[in-house]
């Protein structure tokens, strides 16, 4: 399995304190069968050092030194960015794509969905960048409006669901959102989210167990295998079927469900 969207480096943002956790946390992956991890630490939130590209580039030399020659695992790089009006030059500047490719990871407030987000993702995207948004059933506004999501997934971005967010970790309205969006096709992979060794683990086997019963085995592994592998290629992703928009979905099973209660009435 591949976990594209981690947080492993010590004293950069919210992760883990120590290199010694870090080690716990690369023990974990493997033990659920994680062969690559990229790291997605966090830009223009919680990160410390005025997200300082030059000791970010230390921590992850750092990382790659001490976990390169370990043949039980690779390491890629990319970043997770808090969405901000300016990204299209911080992400050529900073070289915050995963894998130096066109893809990267982007991060909403919990609570909203800025204004203008549809025009910046157009702008990325013309600019050849492929968004994808992390952890969108954890935003409220995308759970109360799933039309939200579909309309920028339908547009050419990509989303991630949270390995917790499918076990329940996160809560039951979080999971019922993420399955809500596994089920209309608005999330594309799977990944750990990984923080630490103890509340939020680098596991991925529990999820996808989790998302075998609502899509089925073959396309719950492939969102932790052939689409990640796509991503860090920089190749389009396998396609496992079309965005549904959710509320017109709704709209026709109501309708459906009226007439037919209506002319069995």
């Not at 982007?106 to 025009?119: H, L, R, Y």
């Not at 991925?204 to 085995?217: M, Q, T, Y």
Request: aromatic share 12%.
């Amino acid at each position: 399995m591949i976990d594209l969207h981690t947080h492993f480096l010590p004293d950069w943002d919210d992760g883990p304190e120590t290199w010694e956790e870090t080690e716990k946390m690369v023990e974990i992956a493997i033990a659920d069968g994680i062969k690559k991890i990229c790291v997605t630490p966090h830009f223009f939130r919680f990160s410390r050092h005025g997200d300082n590209p030059e000791i970010l580039e230390d921590r992850i030399q750092k990382l790659f030194d001490r976990f390169g020659s370990d043949n039980r695992i690779e390491f890629y790089r990319g970043a997770e960015i808090f969405i901000y009006p300016n990204l299209i030059s911080q992400i050529q500047e900073k070289k915050l794509t995963i894998n130096q490719g066109e893809y990267f990871f982007i991060e909403f407030p919990s609570d909203q969905v800025p204004p203008g987000t549809k025009e910046l993702f157009y702008q990325l995207m013309l600019a050849g960048y492929t968004p994808i948004i992390s952890h969108p059933e954890r935003n409220s506004v995308f759970g109360s409006q799933p039309q939200l999501l579909y309309d920028l997934v339908n547009r050419g971005c990509l989303a991630q669901v949270t390995a917790m967010s499918l076990t329940g970790e996160f809560g039951s309205e979080v999971q019922k959102r993420a399955e809500l969006f596994l089920e209309n096709n608005l999330v594309h992979l799977i990944a750990s989210d990984a923080h630490d060794s103890q509340r939020r683990k680098p596991v991925l086997s529990k999820a996808v167990e989790a998302a075998s019963k609502i899509v089925g085995r073959d396309k719950a592994e492939a969102m932790v295998e052939e689409v990640p592998q796509a991503i860090l290629n920089n190749e389009i992703i396998p396609d496992w079927g079309s965005p549904i928009n959710p509320k017109i979905k709704k709209k026709f099973f109501n309708f459906f469900k009226d007439r037919f209660f209506k002319k069995n009435s």
